[in-house]
């Protein structure tokens, strides 16, 4: 398997007409064994093309025959989208088909399934429990043990999944992109989104609420200061939620009740205000003649998109970037 490194992305690409030395590839990919359990029908060739990032790594393949096998246990949550063909997934006593344009978590992680898979073509994101336990938010402190999926094998709602299909496009381009977008935080602000949306549309044992657990209790002000404190230092790299709850000393729960309470918002929307207005003042600073582009500084502050930059941009400051730059700071309304 040939691959390159850019940032922290790893890409690669393999293909074979031998759909057994493929299968051998894709377990080696997933950690796992795969054993065929019956004859192969038709032939083709089978292609896996990866980009992954640390706990996160999408996968496109392509299976151009009908073939059946047997999975051992995957510890990362699987989210797969059937780009074409179809298949079959046995898991836990259950099972599941899907066709065209399904998206679906078709095991539970850490539980050995059955696959049959007819023709198919597929998007399939794989997801770390470690990068899912930080966006759900759980403490340091919280165990809810290995995660699981509470309505196994369940296809996302149509909205969920034309969400889904979005994210994930847009998360495959940003891993393959050269330039400003594939900045470190871009990245890492990426993959947390895919994260939380994998949590959002499939529920499960890291985001679920139990309503008989104690209330967070009050957060004081000096916990708060030691929070924002900790957001101010680290603003500029990778920041999780339990990263910010343990400098203050609490649970991620209190932690999110004392910002709402003081902040109006969380403690992740208020990260992304620091960093707004570290952009903002970084636009102010810098003058076209000097090379630098609208671009060049939301990618350093995590925003991949220069158009959803722009948009979050000219909410908080009533005009665009492009202007404050050309103008040298001609906004001055603070983020709300």
């Known amino acids: 398997m040939g691959g390159s490194r850019?940032?922290?992305?790893?890409?690669?690409?393999?293909?074979?007409?031998?759909?057994e030395r493929g299968l051998e590839s894709l377990a080696s990919a997933y950690g796992t064994r795969i054993q065929v359990t019956r004859p192969t029908v038709g032939d083709g060739l089978y292609?896996?093309?990866?980009?992954?990032?640390?706990?996160?790594?999408?996968?496109?393949?392509?299976?151009?025959?009908?073939v059946s096998y047997d999975?051992?246990?995957?510890?990362?949550?699987m989210v797969l989208e059937v780009v074409s063909g179809a298949m079959t997934v046995d898991c836990d006593s259950l099972s599941s088909n899907s066709a065209a344009g399904a998206v679906m978590a078709p095991a539970q992680p850490g539980i050995p399934f059955h696959s049959h898979?007819?023709?198919?073509?597929?998007?399939?994101?794989?997801?770390?429990?470690?990068?899912?336990?930080?966006?759900?938010?759980?403490?340091?402190?919280?165990?809810?043990?290995?995660?699981?999926?509470?309505?196994?094998?369940?296809?996302a709602e149509p909205a969920h999944a034309a969400l889904w299909r979005s994210a994930t496009r847009y998360v495959w381009d940003l891993f393959g992109a050269e330039g400003a977008a594939g900045t470190p935080l871009v990245l890492d602000t990426a993959a947390r989104m895919l994260?939380?949306?994998?949590?959002?549309?499939?529920?499960?044992?890291?985001?679920?609420?139990e309503p008989l657990l104690r209330g967070p209790g009050h957060v004081g002000e000096t916990t708060?200061?030691?929070?924002?404190?900790?957001?101010?230092?680290?603003?500029?790299g990778p920041v999780a939620l339990s990263d910010i709850a343990a400098a203050a000393g609490v649970s991620a729960r209190a932690l999110q009740y004392g910002f709402r309470?003081?902040?109006?918002?969380?403690?992740?929307?208020?990260?992304?205000?620091?960093?707004?207005?570290?952009?903002?003042?970084?636009?102010?600073?810098?003058?076209?003649?000097?090379?630098?582009?609208?671009?060049e500084i939301a990618a350093r502050w995590g925003w991949g998109k220069p158009?959803?930059?722009?948009?979050?941009?000219?909410?908080?400051?009533?005009?665009?970037?492009?202007?404050?730059?050309?103008?040298?700071?001609?906004?001055?309304?603070?983020?709300?």
Not at 195 to 209: D, E, H, M, R, S
Not at 224 to 236: G, S
Request: charge should be positive; glycine fraction near 8%; aromatic fraction near 6%.
């Open 6 to 19: 850019r940032c922290d992305v790893v890409r690669s690409t393999f293909s074979t007409p031998d759909v």
């Open 47 to 66: 292609r896996h093309e990866r980009r992954a990032m640390g706990p996160l790594a999408l996968d496109s393949i392509t299976f151009p025959m009908d």
């Open 71 to 77: 999975v051992e246990p995957v510890g990362p949550l």
């Open 117 to 155: 898979l007819d023709h198919l073509r597929t998007r399939v994101a794989v997801i770390e429990p470690a990068l899912l336990r930080e966006v759900s938010g759980l403490g340091r402190e919280e165990s809810p043990g290995s995660l699981r999926l509470l309505r196994q094998q369940a296809a």
């Open 195 to 209: 994260a939380g949306a994998a949590l959002a549309f499939f529920p499960n044992t890291y985001t679920a609420q």
């Open 224 to 236: 708060m200061r030691r929070a924002v404190a900790y957001i101010d230092a680290h603003a500029e």
């Open 261 to 295: 309470r003081h902040h109006g918002t969380s403690p992740m929307g208020y990260l992304r205000r620091v960093r707004l207005e570290r952009a903002h003042r970084e636009l102010q600073a810098a003058a076209p003649s000097d090379g630098e582009t609208v671009a």
């Open 307 to 336: 158009g959803n930059f722009s948009v979050v941009y000219r909410r908080a400051y009533g005009i665009s970037p492009s202007t404050t730059l050309r103008d040298d700071g001609g906004a001055t309304t603070a983020p709300s």
